[in-house]
Nanobody, 123 residues
Framework: VQLVESGGGLVRAGGSLSLSCALTEFPVDDYQIAWFRQVPGDGRRGVAGINMKFGYTYYGVSLRDRFTISTDDAKTTVFLRIKGLKAEDTAVYFC?????????????????WGQGTQVTVTS
């Protein structure tokens, strides 16, 4: 199971950003893929997840309005689009995978992780 994030960077507040998580070497339909974010001094917090087999999506509390998780038709990449960026969105964003169909957003439920991509929002 390999996950590689990309798309982070420096973005102005109010702007939008799309992060990508490339998926390789596993049967994606058996997995949930989720995005997490982490700021210094805090643990990883779930942002959004997607059931790869059925396409169901789910979100962390209060995040549904500005965050959208999706996948391409080939199911090789999972995207996280963030609109209306705020300073508090500054974090390292990780994608992660877990086998199974239950909707989970706890980091301890996910055994496979990418290396993360930094998003910094400037005013």
């Amino acid at each position: 199971v390999q996950l590689v994030e990309s798309g982070g960077g420096l973005v102005r507040a109010g702007g939008s950003l799309s992060l990508s998580c490339a998926l390789t070497e596993f049967p994606v339909d058996d997995y949930q893929i989720a995005w997490f974010r982490q700021v210094p001094g805090d643990g990883r917090r779930g942002v959004a997840g997607i059931n790869m087999k059925f396409g169901y999506t789910y979100y962390g509390v209060s995040l549904r309005d500005r965050f959208t998780i999706s996948t391409d038709d080939a199911k090789t990449t999972v995207f996280l689009r963030i609109k209306g960026l705020k300073a508090e969105d500054t974090a390292v964003y990780f994608c992660a995978a877990r086998r199974g169909q239950e909707h989970r957003l706890g980091p301890s439920d996910f055994p496979y992780w990418g290396q993360g991509t930094q998003v910094t929002v400037t005013s």
